[in-house]
């Protein structure tokens, strides 16, 4: 998967696998009209700041993973 997205933050986790911060985000795409509830891992790396609930991001993939991550909007 390449491409993007711009979604609706609802939830952040922050978890570490071997010391690097990783965010598990539980987002909505905004062009999704069943509003399924999605969960990404955005690394710490690919995000300006720490993701809010309630947030508009745009998010950059490259085969399946997030590259970036920023406000959108």
Do not use: N
């Not at 979604?7 to 905004?30: K, Q």
């Not at 955005?42 to 490259?62: C, K």
């Amino acid at each position: 998967m390449t491409g993007s997205w711009r979604v609706r933050v609802h939830a952040v986790r922050p978890f570490s696998i071997h010391g690097d911060l990783y965010f598990e985000v539980h987002v909505t795409r905004l062009d999704d009209p069943a509003e399924r509830v999605l969960a990404v891992r955005i690394p710490q790396h690919a995000a300006p700041a720490t993701p809010v609930s309630g947030q508009i991001l745009e998010l950059a993939f490259l085969m399946g993973q997030v590259t970036s991550a920023r406000a959108a909007g």
